[in-house]
C-alpha cells in the first residue's frame, strides 16, 4: 500500500465524538473546495458505523447543498431513521461552519438470495493496456493553462489507478463533439482490508472523478480543469448490486443522457472485470460555460 492510499484510508477513518457524530477531515483537491466524492464516502462510513455488520449497503441518495471548506473539519451527524427486519436506513447531514453543506439517505440490507439478472458489461479495452495518470498527464502538459495543475490532478489519483479506455475531454478538446460516453479502469494502488463497507465506500469516493466527463465530450469542451467549463456535483445516487473489491480492476462506464439548463447528467454502471455488474450510479452538476 503505497503512502496516499494510507492517507487515503486515515480520511475515512472518522473519529467518532458522540453516538451517531463523527468528524472527518479534508485532502487537498483540484479545486478549492472540498471534493464531493470524498464528502460522499465519510458521510456513507458514518452511516454504516451506526448499522449492524451483517447489512451491507445497497443504496445512497446525496446532494450537495454547499461548497466545503478544506481547512475546517467536516461533523457528520447520523439520524437513525428506521431499523426493520431487513433492511436498515441511515439520514446523514454534514456540517461546516454551522451550516449543512451535503446531505445524504442510505440503505442496508441483511444479505438475502433472489431474483438475479444484469445487463452485460459493454466492451472494452484490457486496462493493463492502457496509459496510467502518470503517463498520460505530464506528456500532455501543455494542454493545461497553469502547470500546477497536473501536480493536482497527480496528487488527487496518487491513491487510486484510473486510466482513460479513450482520449479524456482535455484531449478531445478541438476534436469537434462524439458521442457522450466515457470508459475508465480503477482501482486502489494497494490491497485493502476484507471490510465490504469499505470498499463500497471507496467505489463511492471514485464514483465522483469523472462521471460528468461525459457530458464535455458530447460539446468537445476541453474539461474542468482547463478553465473552459465551470462545473460542480449537485445530487448523487448509488445502488449497489453485488459485492465488489476495490483493490481489483473496476470497469466504469459512463454516459451522458442529457444536458440543458446550465446542467448536465451522467448515467454509469461499474463492472468486475470478469464482467460482474456491482453499482449503478447516476449524477446530475452544474455544467456552465463562462460567457
Same mark, same amino acid.
Given at each position: 500500500?503505497?503512502?496516499?492510499?494510507?492517507?487515503?484510508?486515515?480520511?475515512?477513518?472518522?473519529?467518532?465524538?458522540?453516538?451517531?457524530?463523527?468528524?472527518?477531515?479534508?485532502?487537498?483537491?483540484?479545486?478549492?473546495?472540498?471534493?464531493?466524492?470524498?464528502?460522499?464516502?465519510?458521510?456513507?462510513?458514518?452511516?454504516?458505523?451506526?448499522?449492524?455488520?451483517?447489512?451491507?449497503?445497497?443504496?445512497?441518495?446525496?446532494? !450537495? +447543498?454547499?461548497? @466545503?471548506?478544506?481547512?475546517?473539519?467536516?461533523?457528520? $451527524? =447520523?439520524?437513525?431513521?428506521?431499523? %426493520?427486519?431487513?433492511?436498515?436506513?441511515?439520514?446523514?447531514?454534514?456540517?461546516?461552519?454551522?451550516?449543512?453543506?451535503?446531505?445524504?439517505?442510505?440503505?442496508?440490507?441483511?444479505?438475502?438470495?433472489?431474483?438475479?439478472?444484469?445487463?452485460?458489461?459493454?466492451?472494452?479495452?484490457?486496462?493493463?493496456?492502457?496509459?496510467?495518470?502518470?503517463?498520460?498527464?505530464?506528456?500532455?502538459?501543455?494542454?493545461?493553462?497553469?502547470?500546477?495543475?497536473?501536480?493536482?490532478?497527480?496528487?488527487?489519483?496518487?491513491?487510486?489507478?484510473?486510466?482513460?479506455?479513450?482520449?479524456?475531454? !482535455? +484531449?478531445?478538446? @478541438?476534436?469537434?463533439?462524439?458521442?457522450?460516453?466515457? $470508459? =475508465?479502469?480503477?482501482?486502489?494502488? %494497494?490491497?485493502?482490508?476484507?471490510?465490504?463497507?469499505?470498499?463500497?465506500?471507496?467505489?463511492?469516493?471514485?464514483?465522483?472523478?469523472?462521471?460528468?466527463?461525459?457530458?464535455?465530450?458530447?460539446?468537445?469542451?476541453?474539461?474542468?480543469?482547463?478553465?473552459?467549463?465551470?462545473?460542480?456535483?449537485?445530487?448523487?445516487?448509488?445502488?449497489?448490486?453485488?459485492?465488489?473489491?476495490?483493490?481489483?480492476?473496476?470497469?466504469?462506464?459512463?454516459?451522458?443522457?442529457?444536458?440543458?439548463?446550465?446542467?448536465?447528467?451522467?448515467?454509469?454502471?461499474?463492472?468486475?472485470?470478469?464482467?460482474? +455488474?456491482?453499482?449503478?450510479?447516476?449524477?446530475?452538476?452544474?455544467?456552465?460555460?463562462?460567457?
Amino acid at each position: 500500500m503505497n503512502t496516499a492510499l494510507s492517507s487515503l484510508l486515515d480520511l475515512l477513518d472518522l473519529e467518532r465524538i458522540e453516538q451517531d457524530i463523527f468528524r472527518g477531515i479534508s485532502r487537498s483537491a483540484v479545486v478549492p473546495r472540498v471534493f464531493g466524492g470524498q464528502v460522499a464516502a465519510q458521510a456513507l462510513v458514518a452511516a454504516g458505523r451506526t448499522v449492524p455488520g451483517d447489512r451491507a449497503a445497497h443504496s445512497l441518495h446525496a446532494y !450537495f +447543498l454547499r461548497p @466545503g471548506d478544506p481547512g475546517a473539519p467536516i461533523v457528520y $451527524q =447520523v439520524d437513525r431513521i428506521r431499523d %426493520g427486519r431487513s433492511f436498515t436506513t441511515r439520514r446523514v447531514v454534514a456540517v461546516q461552519h454551522g451550516q449543512p453543506i451535503f446531505h445524504l439517505s442510505a440503505s442496508f440490507q441483511e444479505h438475502e438470495e433472489g431474483l438475479e439478472h444484469q445487463e452485460p458489461m459493454p466492451p472494452a479495452p484490457d486496462p493493463e493496456s492502457l496509459p496510467t495518470a502518470e503517463e498520460l498527464l505530464p506528456a500532455h502538459a501543455d494542454r493545461f493553462p497553469d502547470p500546477k495543475v497536473v501536480d493536482r490532478l497527480l496528487e488527487a489519483r496518487a491513491a487510486v489507478d484510473l486510466r482513460y479506455a479513450e482520449d479524456p475531454p !482535455f +484531449l478531445a478538446a @478541438g476534436q469537434g463533439p462524439r458521442e457522450p460516453r466515457s $470508459q =475508465v479502469w480503477f482501482r486502489t494502488r %494497494g490491497k485493502l482490508a476484507d471490510d465490504p463497507l469499505l470498499h463500497v465506500c471507496l467505489a463511492t469516493y471514485v464514483s465522483d472523478m469523472t462521471l460528468l466527463d461525459s457530458v464535455l465530450l458530447a460539446h468537445g469542451r476541453g474539461g474542468w480543469a482547463v478553465g473552459d467549463v465551470v462545473g460542480a456535483s449537485l445530487d448523487h445516487a448509488m445502488w449497489f448490486h453485488r459485492p465488489f473489491r476495490a483493490d481489483e480492476w473496476l470497469l466504469y462506464d459512463q454516459q451522458s443522457p442529457s444536458a440543458s439548463g446550465g446542467r448536465g447528467l451522467g448515467t454509469a454502471r461499474i463492472y468486475t472485470q470478469d464482467g460482474r +455488474l456491482v453499482v449503478s450510479v447516476i449524477q446530475e452538476g452544474v455544467v456552465r460555460v463562462p460567457r
